[in-house]
């Protein structure tokens, strides 16, 4: 099993930053791929970013592309997600997710095989 948990939630103003971070432990071995979703109220779970193992490939959704920047740090098992120039659109439930032996990225959620508990980003305009 692999255990996700997420930090750095909170409330931003519109234009602002906030930085999530997600530590993986466990049994990470065969772990590919490291992707961030968010779900607004009333809405779907949708891909934000994703990242390789190595931290050398990364994938953005439009919507947040030049605004938000994922990374990782092999050495504390840590995916972080720096947001910036955010909007009140972004608000929503930030989810941290692994793709187990994935052989290519996606943005599919049921294609993740571990959660973490998720994080609340709120964006004021």
């Known amino acids: 099993q692999v255990q996700l948990v997420e930090s750095g939630g909170g409330l931003a103003q519109a234009g602002g930053s906030l930085k999530l971070s997600c530590t993986a432990s466990?049994?990470?071995?065969?772990?590919?791929?490291f992707g961030w979703f968010r779900q607004a109220p009333g809405k779907e779970r949708e891909f934000v970013a994703a990242?390789?193992?190595?931290?050398?490939?990364?994938y953005y959704a439009d919507s947040v592309k030049g605004r938000f920047a994922i990374s990782r740090d092999n050495a504390k098992n840590t995916v972080y997600l720096q947001m910036n120039s955010l909007k009140p659109e972004d608000t929503a439930v930030y989810y941290c997710?692994?793709?187990?032996?994935?052989?290519?990225?996606?943005?599919?959620?049921?294609?993740?095989?571990?959660w973490g508990q998720g994080t609340q980003v709120t964006v004021s305009s």
């Open positions: 466990g049994r990470t071995f065969g772990i590919n791929f």
């Open positions: 997710a692994a793709d187990r032996y994935a052989s290519s990225w996606s943005s599919i959620p049921r294609d993740y095989d571990y």
């Open positions: 990242i390789s193992w190595s931290g050398t490939r990364t």
